[in-house]
């Protein structure tokens, strides 16, 4: 007899996705109570195959079949990790797999049982190999585009997630077989079935139209169709090629001059304030965004300046961005200093913090922008610079934040500043202070020893 699930209100509500070391077996000393009731745990890295169709198969009988009220049965799958699937492996039993692994996820994260089944989608990381069947997932359960898949998953999840250029160019090509399946879409599902794909839907993915978008910068002749039109139209996922900038606070992003030139993704994330350092936003003094905004441009000293954002009077806010900070002529070149900017820039955040989001950037957003960020996470949380270096690194996903060794220096020396004035202040109630935790030269050294393995690779 068919199963007919109960979709729950929040379509990842039972679906969790973890690093490798949160899996509980039977050989794990439990310290912890487990978080949910998984029973299906799905593993993505770099040896695995897509589930054989008699796998799942097999597994979504059992399902139809079983007490989930009862049975303490679980069940594993393997999956391949993001970044290595390519067009030639969209094969029809391939593409099969792919379709029936969401579908049997779903049975068991919208589970009717009283037991609150639930499924766990895990890799070494939590994020990396998991990213591709996560939005897979995503569009195929909300019955949404790439698009939204990637901003649900990070402004209503909150999920940290990493993927590739060639992952977005395979999710765009699954997306209409996604949709199509997804129980959103059909009013009758056999769930202890396959389901099955026909000729016309592995035309459709093969062969489907190219989508089509203007470029940035691009100008629209006609005079019937709103600049609010072209800016939607723009494709931003492909301009940045899926990746996110880096959420390090609430309020706080790290991220690229790719990621602060496009302002479809900058309005996506609600981001009001930029600081570019070092570099030039090519969208500011463009033709279009002068024609719909009055920028007045306030000299700061050491060669810095704001520009404050406003919609002409008719034109509407075309962008969430209210403010721009620049750096100017600060190359990362172990020669520049940040020093003198440093407290103008932290200045900046602070004015801000509370009533919007700020993304700092440079070209790649590992130098120039890391320290800003470094340095407002230690004045912020009121942390050590090792400390603060560590929690920037570790939500730069896939980025190895690395500023150069002036700036690494300059971060010390600030350091040592502000422990200063807090025993001037009284903040210490011996009279001892600790100005830094290690020397400039070991941190240095620790760093790079984290580096090698990549660097290895």
């Known amino acids: 007899k068919p199963v007919t699930p109960t979709p729950h209100p929040e379509s990842l509500a039972n679906l969790y996705n973890d690093p490798t070391n949160s899996i509980i077996t039977s050989h794990t000393a439990l310290s912890i109570v487990p978080r949910a009731n998984w029973r299906l745990f799905v593993q993505c890295h770099i040896d695995a195959q897509f589930p054989s169709l008699s796998t799942l198969s097999h597994l979504l009988f059992i399902y139809s079949i079983s007490s989930h009220d009862t049975s303490s049965e679980y069940h594993s799958l393997e999956f391949p990790p993001s ?20 579908k049997l996820i779903y049975l068991y994260s919208s589970s009717a049982s009283s037991s609150a089944l639930s499924s766990l989608i895990y890799c070494s990381d939590g ?3 998991c990213s591709l069947l996560v939005l897979s997932y995503l569009m195929y359960v909300e019955d949404v585009p790439l698009e939204d898949a990637i901003l649900t998953l990070h402004l209503k999840y909150g999920r ?17 077989l996604l949709r199509k399946f997804s129980p959103k879409r059909r009013t009758t599902i056999d769930w202890g079935k396959l389901d099955t794909l026909t000729n016309q839907d592995l035309n459709e993915i093969l062969l489907g139209p190219v989508r ?9 002749n006609s005079d019937d169709e709103s600049d609010e039109e072209d800016e939607i139209e723009i494709d931003w996922v492909k301009e940045v090629e899926g990746s996110l900038p880096s959420k390090i606070l609430p309020y706080l992003y790290l991220g690229s001059l790719k990621h602060a030139s496009c302002l479809p993704l900058l309005s996506k994330l609600e981001i009001t304030h930029i600081i570019s350092v070092g570099e030039t936003l090519p969208w500011l003094n463009g033709y279009k965004f002068l024609h719909n905004n009055e920028i007045t441009h306030t000299k700061l000293a050491h060669n810095m300046e ?23 002529n600060l190359e990362d070149d172990g020669i520049d200093e940040l020093a003198r900017q440093l407290p103008h820039i932290l200045h900046f955040i602070e004015n801000h913090y509370q009533h919007g989001k700020i993304l700092v950037h440079c070209r790649v957003g590992v130098s120039r922008s890391a320290t800003v960020v470094i340095a407002e996470i230690m004045k912020r949380l009121n942390v050590s610079l090792p400390y603060a270096y560590l929690f920037t690194r570790v939500r730069r996903l ?26 001037e202040n009284g903040n210490f109630l011996d009279g001892t202070v600790m100005l830094r935790e290690i020397d400039w030269f070991i941190m240095c050294r620790e760093i790079m020893k984290l580096n090698i393995p990549y660097l290895n690779n």
């Open 83 to 102: 970044g290595s699937i390519g067009i030639g492996d969209c094969k029809g039993e391939n593409l099969q797999s792919i379709i029936n692994t969401c």
């Open 160 to 176: 940290p997630f990493y993927i590739f250029n060639s992952d977005v160019i395979i999710l765009r090509k699954l997306q209409p």
């Open 212 to 220: 089509t978008v203007p470029k940035l910068g691009h100008i629209h």
């Open 398 to 423: 896939n980025i190895i934040i690395q500023p150069n060794l002036r700036f690494m220096y300059e971060l010390f020396k600030w350091e040592e500043k502000v422990k200063l004035k807090q025993k």
């Open 306 to 328: 704001v520009s404050e954002i406003l919609p002409k009077h008719g034109h509407g806010r075309h962008t969430t961005v209210k403010s721009v900070m620049k750096v100017n």
């Open 127 to 129: 994020y990396t190999e």
